[in-house]
């Protein structure tokens, strides 16, 4: 128990600290974002009925675009291209003797040479 | 597959964001404003008042916009990596993370009244500490930003090479057809 204390003193210290030092800097760039939030909400509660309905119709809407969204555009095209780069490479096939690319060919288009 | 792992990953960070904008806030200010402390000999009770008394509403915009939250961290978690769309939605949340902190101090949770019987009352007023937050939350919309034109350079630069790439298959080392 006693060390749990001690454990959330340090905690709390240490947030202190942290909290005590980046005052300086950050309450001021805070009071900006004051600025633009409070000119903002003027407009906001007024014009937005104060029932949960609307926030969770935006809730629903976010969650099934998202959902269609990464249904049809999930992001793999970049793993695919990667895929077909290293498979193009790997088909590349080079000869044994000059090291240039015989592609299928057993014969190498170049020297000649059996591969 | 990658689609159904995304979303795998955009319901964890609703999950996330549910529980630290939503239950655990309601939660805390539910316990504290039904909290009663009895300070000894004579037992009185300590009352502590949230938002004076108005905690209804400041549980409505904790939800209200919790909700909104968790939307939009569905969207931005289930989306893949080093895209547009998971920068953007990104810095939204984050915008909507800081209405989310104002909220606290438009609904006057920011605000707690202590009643000490027989001495008097005492007000504790958070709003610096909502300020210092919200200083933070700027450098990060500042580092998502950057994040965004990172990543739009990057797209950039992969559609160029897209255009000049030419496999070693079509053309020998040398440049020599095969």
Not at chain 1, 62 to 87: A, D, F, Q, R
Not at chain 2, 10 to 24: E, S
Not at chain 2, 99 to 111: D, I
Not at chain 2, 148 to 157: A, M, P
């Amino acid at each position: 128990m006693i060390i749990q204390v001690d454990i959330l003193r340090m905690i709390a210290e240490f947030i202190g600290v942290v909290f005590y030092y980046s005052r300086a800097v950050l309450s001021p760039i805070g009071e900006v974002m004051k600025f633009w939030i409070e000119f903002l909400l003027q407009f906001f509660p007024q014009n937005i009925p104060a029932d949960y309905n609307f926030y969770i119709i935006i809730f629903v809407v976010l969650l099934i675009s998202g959902v269609i969204i990464n249904y049809h555009w999930p992001g793999e095209k970049k793993e695919v291209k990667e895929k077909e780069k290293k498979e193009m490479e790997v088909s590349a096939k080079k000869c044994k003797y000059c090291g240039k690319p015989i592609g299928d060919s057993e014969f190498c288009p170049y020297c000649g040479s059996k591969n | 597959m990658g689609g159904m792992k995304n979303l795998f990953r955009g319901f964890i960070g609703m999950a996330i964001y549910m529980t630290t904008t939503m239950l655990i806030p309601a939660l805390t200010f539910d316990f504290v404003d039904k909290m009663e402390i009895p300070i000894p000999p004579t037992d009185q009770i300590l009352d502590i008042e949230i938002a004076q008394g108005g905690i209804a509403v400041v549980i409505f915009w904790l939800v209200a916009l919790g909700l909104t939250i968790s939307g939009l961290a569905f969207f931005t978690w289930s989306s893949p990596k080093d895209s547009r769309r998971k920068v953007v939605f990104s810095i939204l949340l984050v915008f909507t993370n800081c209405f989310y902190l104002w909220s606290y101090k438009f609904s006057g949770a920011t605000a707690f009244g202590i009643q000490i019987p027989g001495l008097g009352s005492v007000t504790l007023d958070f709003v610096g500490m909502v300020l210092l937050y919200l200083g933070a939350y700027t450098l990060i919309i500042v580092a998502k930003i950057w994040k965004l034109i990172e990543v739009e350079f990057g797209k950039r630069k992969e559609k160029k090479e897209e255009k000049v790439f030419v496999p070693e298959s079509t053309f020998g080392k040398d440049g020599g057809a095969l």
